[in-house]
């Protein structure tokens, strides 16, 4: 008989719901028009503590959130594609293949915005805390970087709702719910693939790190860059 059993950890769906939310908040304070751009970098330092996290969640956190057991191999993905093309893919447990991959672009992506955002300026009232370290040359890469890197992370995230909505209009599997309760249908066979708890107390280290760490990185690490004036 098909039982409910824990799949997403606790910690993971805190994350995908602030990370959704933080995405949403950076672009809508991203237009230097409205007066938000301090926002806007606090919100970067969110996103580069949320991803890291994520990061470090995907070594030591629970079964189906380690980077280990949901990136695809090879075969894996070309077996999905072709599952996908004939239509009948199968229920997986955690992230299906592309799923998996999109997990690992996305992260990457917001990685590198969040670490371009450090190094650059406005060149009118802002700055990241490490603008002035680095050749002008390359702040100007960095910047072309961030300027467009939000249209990929956009892109990315608009495929990764799209696949969502496919699998829950035409493929009758509901993603989004399984990402609040954290649990999912399992039949007999698969009911030892569920997890037994969240590893709370094993997050909430790894958030307090990250936190020390990414506030060491932007206060108290961050050079005093000396500008002169003749």
Same mark, same amino acid.
């Given at each position: 008989?098909?039982?409910?059993?824990?799949?997403?950890?606790?910690?993971?769906?805190?994350?995908?719901?602030? +990370?959704?939310?933080?995405?949403?908040?950076?672009?809508?304070? @991203? &237009?230097?028009?409205?007066? *938000?751009?301090? /926002? =806007? #970098?606090?919100?970067?330092?969110?996103?580069?503590?949320?991803?890291?996290?994520?990061?470090?969640?995907?070594?030591?956190?629970?079964?189906?959130?380690?980077?280990?057991?949901?990136?695809?191999?090879?075969?894996?993905?070309?077996?999905?594609?072709?599952?996908?093309?004939?239509?009948?893919?199968?229920?997986?447990?955690?992230?299906?293949?592309?799923?998996?991959?999109?997990?690992?672009?996305?992260?990457?992506?917001?990685?590198?915005?969040?670490?371009?955002?450090?190094?650059?300026?406005?060149?009118? +009232?802002?700055?990241?805390?490490?603008?002035?370290?680095?050749? @002008? &040359?390359?702040?100007?890469? *960095?910047?072309? /970087? =961030? #300027?467009?890197?939000?249209?990929?992370?956009?892109?990315?995230?608009?495929?990764?709702?799209?696949?969502?909505?496919?699998?829950?209009?035409?493929?009758?599997?509901?993603?989004?719910?399984?990402?609040?309760?954290?649990?999912?249908?399992?039949?007999?066979?698969?009911?030892?693939?569920?997890?037994?708890?969240?590893?709370?107390?094993?997050?909430?280290?790894?958030?307090?790190?990250?936190?020390?760490?990414?506030?060491?990185?932007?206060?108290?690490?961050?050079?005093?860059?000396?500008?002169?004036?003749?």
């Amino acid at each position: 008989m098909a039982k409910q059993q824990l799949i997403w950890d606790l910690p993971v769906r805190i994350f995908h719901w602030c +990370f959704v939310g933080v995405l949403l908040a950076l672009w809508y304070t @991203s &237009d230097q028009d409205n007066g *938000l751009i301090e /926002i =806007h #970098i606090k919100l970067g330092y969110t996103a580069l503590g949320l991803t890291i996290f994520r990061i470090l969640w995907g070594v030591v956190g629970t079964t189906h959130a380690k980077f280990i057991n949901f990136i695809p191999r090879p075969y894996q993905l070309k077996s999905y594609l072709q599952q996908l093309k004939i239509g009948k893919v199968k229920n997986y447990i955690g992230h299906n293949p592309l799923g998996s991959l999109m997990v690992i672009f996305i992260l990457l992506a917001v990685l590198l915005q969040a670490t371009s955002g450090l190094f650059i300026s406005d060149d009118i +009232f802002s700055a990241g805390p490490y603008n002035g370290v680095l050749s @002008s &040359d390359f702040e100007k890469i *960095l910047k072309t /970087i =961030h #300027i467009n890197g939000f249209n990929i992370i956009a892109t990315l995230s608009v495929i990764h709702v799209v696949a969502i909505l496919y699998y829950l209009v035409v493929k009758k599997q509901n993603l989004i719910k399984p990402m609040f309760t954290g649990k999912k249908l399992l039949d007999n066979g698969e009911a030892n693939q569920g997890i037994k708890h969240s590893k709370l107390l094993i997050a909430l280290i790894v958030a307090i790190a990250v936190v020390c760490f990414v506030y060491w990185l932007v206060v108290i690490n961050a050079p005093v860059i000396e500008e002169y004036y003749y």
